[in-house]
């Protein structure tokens, strides 16, 4: 079973920057595909960005641009460097360990 560890949420004033990192561990079956996913008051959990154990990344639109994530530590650790900062990526952000194990969310709220 793969266990994931979140950090890096927080308040942040519109523009300014955070970085969220995932951390797996326990007994991961493979190198499989891990990314990010967030929850907003306005829309369902909708894709951030993904990134495969061969370093191909994908990006949800409305992120392309301000976020980078990248992945170390032998693949098990990913992590999402976000910039200039909206209100609207106010939300739950989650890990995912693919095919279907989340994290448990960390905060991230964009001030005005």
């Known amino acids: 079973q793969v266990q994931l560890v979140e950090s890096g949420g927080g308040m942040v004033q519109v523009g300014g920057s955070l970085r969220l990192s995932c951390a797996a561990s326990?007994?991961?079956?493979?190198?499989?595909?891990m990314g990010w996913f967030r929850q907003t008051p306005r829309m369902q959990r909708e894709l951030v960005a993904t990134?495969?154990?061969?370093?191909?990344?994908r990006y949800g639109d409305s992120v392309k641009g301000r976020f980078t994530i990248s992945r170390e530590d032998g693949n098990t650790t990913v992590h999402l460097q976000m910039n200039s900062l909206k209100p609207e990526d106010t939300g739950v952000y989650y890990c995912?360990?693919?095919?279907?194990?989340w994290g448990q969310g960390t905060q991230v709220t964009v001030s005005s």
């Open positions: 326990g007994d991961i079956p493979g190198m499989f595909a």
């Open positions: 995912l360990y693919f095919p279907k194990t």
């Open positions: 990134i495969t154990s061969g370093g191909t990344t």
